[in-house]
């Protein structure tokens, strides 16, 4: 996506969607690229948006992200699961599970 989609185009998405807030410098969102790349080729029917964030950005802000990466898990525009700077596959398979 060329440009960050507001507030309300996140909540009118229909369907299930992981949205991943982080920075393309930072250092723990590089470390943990190739888990959540994992994860999301499992799950190839999720959309999945990658948001560049940082200062300023307004749709991070809405979601409450203080850390990145942040994984939130939408089902229809609503959240169902976050993950915060993931460690282990087990706990995005814990979130997917949340979208059934």
């Known amino acids: 996506m060329l440009t960050e989609p507001t507030r309300s185009e996140i909540d009118e998405l229909r369907g299930r969607t992981v949205l991943e807030f982080g920075a393309s410098w930072c250092p723990i969102c ?12 499992e799950h190839p029917s999720v959309r999945h948006l990658w948001i560049e964030d940082g200062k300023g950005k307004p749709l991070g802000r809405s ?6 990466p942040t994984l939130v898990f939408l089902q229809d525009g609503r959240e169902l699961a976050r993950v915060v700077r993931p460690r282990e596959a087990s706990e995005l398979s814990a979130a997917f599970e949340h979208l059934g």
Do not use: E, M, N, T
Not at 63 to 68: A, N, P
């Open 30 to 41: 590089q470390h943990a690229r190739p888990l959540i790349d994992r994860a999301l080729a």
């Open 63 to 68: 979601f409450r992200v203080k850390l990145w």
